[in-house]
């Protein structure tokens, strides 16, 4: 018992150490990190879920955060008595709660579920109704943990557009994603948390590109391509077929030669047509997972045609295609206006075999000049 005081008897573990930043209003903010880095530590220090164990955090505002959806709510209680209790939790008065009412439920589009009780709902009504309460109580800092639209369906496109429209009215974000791509088109600056300890606080293009380089010198060569984690929702919008061709061969599985032949890859798409234009986007991938290139209608300015059935194609050609030789595989995506909420994706739908003619190593032949 008198030795008890000298011994420790676990084992100390710090999911974050040393952190120290600040956050202006107005910031959209991305963190990223692999698993374990301490990201959800730090979200739930801000959400007021967790206490530091020293040091200080200091939050002015309203906060609402996108982690668990629904995970306040009482099963026994309606629809409408969780709608009450939840907003009441997030700080709005009574008086406020009905006069947003009738916007909250109509945005959830569950109405005829209102008054039966939450338990009987299904996952999409449960999601629906807790996102809806938890954007119209009018936050000054919004926690999105992974996902920028949420539910399925025509109800992810209305949670995306309801998150950029609090983005454009200046509301404080802070997004935690695996999703390269959309930490940078998404978000102002970034942080880069590792094993607790902020590795690089910089713009959004910067800490993507060191992390991106980090994972491929853990991997080994063997490199991930972290920017393509984006799932799509699946309605909306989809590919209806994509092909490539070269030299006048047509198909999925081509042969060309590097700096000589042309390579067009076809998209046909479909879209609703009260949705805005979509963008088409390619990415091209190593065998090992390595992102090479990517390109997108959106990044290029170009506005996609359809039909007013909502169907559509898109070509784009590569002339003499730069790509050394090796395997590669093309992976196709459809998305929003702004290429950030995807609709559909086909993953390697096409795979390149590349040959050439000299000794060039890598992966890209960069155009150059030789000057004496």
């Excluded at 903010?29 to 530590?41: A, L, M, P, R």
Aim: hydrophobic share 45%; proline share 3%; net charge negative.
């Amino acid at each position: 018992m008198l030795l008890r005081s000298h011994r420790q008897y676990y084992r100390e573990f710090w999911a974050l150490r040393g952190v120290n930043l600040e956050i202006m209003p107005g910031e959209v903010v991305g963190i990223i990190g692999s698993n374990g880095s301490g990201k959800s530590t730090l979200l739930q220090l801000v959400c007021g879920i967790l206490a530091p164990t020293t040091g200080s955090i200091s939050v002015r505002g309203r906060v609402t955060a996108l982690l668990e959806l629904g995970a306040g709510f009482n099963p026994e209680f309606t629809g409408r008595e969780n709608v009450f209790l939840s907003a009441a939790v997030s700080g709005l008065s009574q008086a406020q709660i009905v006069t947003r009412f009738e916007e909250i439920v109509e945005f959830s589009g569950i109405r005829d579920f209102i008054d039966q009780p939450v338990k009987t709902y299904s996952s999409g009504m449960y999601v629906r109704l807790a996102f809806s309460v938890a954007t119209s109580v009018d936050p000054d800092i919004l926690v999105i943990d992974e996902a920028l639209s949420v539910g399925d369906g025509a109800f992810a496109r209305k949670s995306f557009d309801r998150i950029m429209q609090l983005k454009a009215k200046g509301t404080t974000i802070l997004f935690c994603s695996h999703s390269l791509y959309q930490v940078e088109a998404f978000c102002d600056r970034a942080l880069w948390l590792d094993k607790g300890n902020l590795r690089l606080v910089d713009t959004a293009a910067r800490v993507t590109v060191a992390y991106q380089a980090a994972l491929d010198s853990e991997l080994g060569g063997d490199a991930v391509n972290a920017s393509a984690e984006i799932m799509p929702s699946r309605m909306g919008g989809r590919i209806l077929n994509a092909y490539g061709a070269v030299d006048g061969v047509i198909g999925t599985s081509l042969r060309i030669m590097s700096l000589k032949s042309t390579l067009s890859i076809t998209v046909e798409f479909f879209i609703d047509p009260k949705l805005h234009t979509p963008s088409v986007a390619l990415g091209f991938d190593t065998v090992s997972g390595m992102g090479v290139t990517s390109v997108c209608s959106a990044e290029d300015h170009v506005t996609l045609q359809m039909d007013e059935s909502g169907r559509g194609q898109a070509t784009i050609v590569f002339p003499a295609l730069a790509l050394l030789k090796g395997e590669y595989f093309v992976s196709v995506f459809l998305g929003c206006e702004r290429a950030l909420h995807l609709y559909d994706m086909s993953k390697h739908c096409l795979n390149l075999q590349v040959s050439q003619q000299g000794l060039g190593q890598g992966v890209v032949a960069l155009p150059h000049v030789w000057q004496q």
